[in-house]
């Protein structure tokens, strides 16, 4: 084992094997087009059969090898394909979302931002800034507990039942700020309320003096792929700034959906 400049021991040369070997195993299964027996694979990769059975194992479990029994052998499994799957759809969809931005934009001189799933919280991953000199900037790769932003809670609002309630149950209400939702029964109540308007909002739950508005971006099964939102200062809310708002981003949010759910459709079948 390496030791650092304080002396401690550092674990990461080890971890990093472990994580060559998983790679040296992908890209070996990857070049060949057919099943690759065991001995095969503990020959290609210099490793004793002992320690490629566990690895095995552990990558058959989460499905990113399978066993092929008609060619007596390991190959990519179903994981990779997922893997894929979501890669291009987020791609596409920030593709689609980017020109509806500068139009939410230019229509309401605010800011706005897609947000997708990430974990259990809204990460932004398209964004454009409005023209004011007072504005809300959302960074790329800005993370943001679900409950206290509006994109994220269209987005929960969106969820199969299932997912809120594992959402709710390993979810802890951290006050952000003086109006933060507090407890899952307050969350309950704003998510009925958004699914039955289509529209979330958050009057300076996550920054004071920030609101936001969000719609959600479905699948053509009703799945939340994300969300748009707006944030603006909330000296520049009003009722009528709301209902603008409002319409510029269920417009947007109903053009991209479909558009989504189009091009699902066109993917080749699996």
């Not at 990558?59 to 179903?78: N, S």
């Not at 979330?200 to 739950?205: I, K, L, N, R, T």
């Not at 969000?214 to 603006?232: C, R, T």
Request: glycine share 8%.
């Amino acid at each position: 084992m390496d030791r650092n400049i304080s002396g401690v021991i550092d674990p990461a040369p080890a971890a990093v094997k472990s994580a060559s070997r998983v790679l040296d195993l992908f890209e070996l299964l990857a070049r060949w087009d057919r099943a690759v027996s065991h001995a095969d694979l503990a020959e290609g990769l210099g490793i004793p059969k002992s320690s490629l059975t566990q690895l095995l194992k552990d990558l058959v479990a989460r499905g990113y090898v399978e066993f092929h029994a008609p060619g007596k052998g390991y190959r990519l499994g179903p994981a990779f394909a997922d893997l894929a799957r979501r890669t291009a759809r987020e791609t596409d969809l920030i593709g689609c979302a980017e020109p509806f931005l500068r139009e939410i934009t230019e229509r309401t001189g605010e800011s706005s931002a897609l947000n997708r799933l990430k974990g259990w919280q809204a990460e932004v991953v398209a964004t454009v800034s409005g023209p004011h000199r007072l504005v809300t900037h959302m960074r790329l790769g800005d993370l943001a507990p679900l409950y206290a932003t509006s994109g994220g809670k269209v987005i929960l609002a969106n969820l199969p039942e299932a997912e809120l309630e594992e959402y709710l149950a390993a979810t802890s209400f951290e006050p952000i700020t003086p109006n933060t939702l507090t407890s899952a029964e307050e969350l309950r109540r704003q998510i009925a309320t958004v699914r039955r308007d289509g529209i979330a909002f958050s009057f300076e739950e996550f920054t004071p003096g920030i609101v936001g508005i969000a719609a959600p971006i479905l699948s053509g099964s009703g799945y939340p792929l994300g969300s748009l939102n707006v944030a603006m200062p909330s000296v520049r809310y009003s009722p009528k700034v709301r209902d603008r708002v409002v319409d510029v981003m269920e417009r947007a949010a109903r053009e991209i959906s479909g558009r989504m759910g189009r091009s699902d459709r066109q993917r080749p079948p699996e």
